[in-house]
């Protein structure tokens, strides 16, 4: 089982871990009430002040030891009717996890419900670029609401599809090795990976499902596809933090943040001037990485 630290012991490793220190960015310390997604075998290591609630998409989290698993929600639906508490939260953390839910939109919306105003969601998210999913087209708006419309609590055929026939065989940080071409890399056949698609999606729910990386993203496509959520009015959270992926790794952090404000007009404006803010930022950088390479 989990141990939690003491508060004092928190802040000393948050100090010296970049990655906790964004994971619990504006989580009200020293308590708080929250939830973390897909904590597997290893939840973060949140002090014993805060109090946690940990949920997956599938019962033991495709875990293989003692999962502390409290809810089972697959991103469709209400997750105030999962939860069965009228208390708001204050924050939710996701790690390499919501590139796996089906209902990616349904699944914010169902945290942004349960969080109070200022709340914040924290979390990280695969960069396709350097990843095993590195020859898969970055996901879409149409995607997005297409899986949203369709209510989706298990991975689509298109989904289970894609994540079989164009994933490549590659480690973490592989990618950022000189020499390596991802097309030159194996692949799952197209008639193979049709007939993966067929008999997953006419099977029942498993936890193989969870397997399945029904989104990709870079840094920029991410924001970019918020940006148009956003003017659509899909899109209730506004960006409060943004960290694109470094070198040498291979995941970008995102903090989303429940506004005080909810006037729709308010609300877009506050979201555009920090989307642009974020973004200008991530450009920049590329910009003086690319100067550097060319060195």
């Known amino acids: 089982m989990n ?46 002040g805060l109090s946690v609630r940990y949920l997956d998409l599938h019962p033991g989290g495709g875990g293989e030891g003692d999962s502390p698993i409290d809810h089972v929600w697959s991103g469709n639906g209400s997750l105030a009717a999962v939860l069965a508490e009228d208390m708001p939260r204050d924050f939710a953390i996701a790690r390499l996890f919501a590139h796996k839910v089906p209902n990616l939109l349904g699944w914010f919306r169902g945290i942004f419900e349960v969080l109070r105003p200022g709340g914040v969601l924290n979390l990280t998210l695969p960069d396709k670029r ?11 708006i149409g995607e997005l609401l297409e899986a949203d419309h369709l209510g989706l609590e298990r991975p689509s055929f298109r989904q289970r599809f894609e994540h079989r026939h164009l994933t490549i065989p590659i480690g973490s940080g592989t990618l950022w090795q000189a020499g390596v071409d991802p ?21 029942g729910p498993s936890a193989g499902d969870a397997a ?16 148009e959520l956003s003017r659509a009015r ?20 995102v903090c989303l943040r429940r506004d005080h404000v909810s006037e729709p007009v308010r609300l877009l404006h506050r979201q555009e001037v920090a989307i642009n803010h974020v973004r200008a930022i991530a450009l920049e950088r590329r910009r003086r990485a690319q100067l550097l390479a060319g060195d």
């Open 130 to 140: 350097v990843t095993e999913d590195v020859l898969r087209a970055p996901s879409t």
């Open 234 to 253: 899909q899109f209730p959270f506004v960006i409060s933090q943004f960290a694109a992926t470094e070198p040498g790794a291979s995941e970008f952090f």
């Open 183 to 203: 097309a030159e890399q194996p692949r799952v056949s197209a008639g193979d990976a049709l007939a993966f698609a067929r008999a997953a999606t006419a099977a």
């Open 212 to 227: 399945c990386r029904c989104w990709v993203f870079t840094p920029l496509s991410f924001l970019d596809v918020l940006e």
């Open 3 to 48: 141990t939690r630290p003491s508060f004092d012991d928190f802040l000393a490793v948050r100090r010296t871990d970049p990655r906790l220190a964004r994971l619990t960015h504006d989580v009200a310390l020293p308590r708080s009430y929250g939830l973390e997604f897909g904590p597997g075998d290893s939840p973060l290591p949140l002090p014993d």
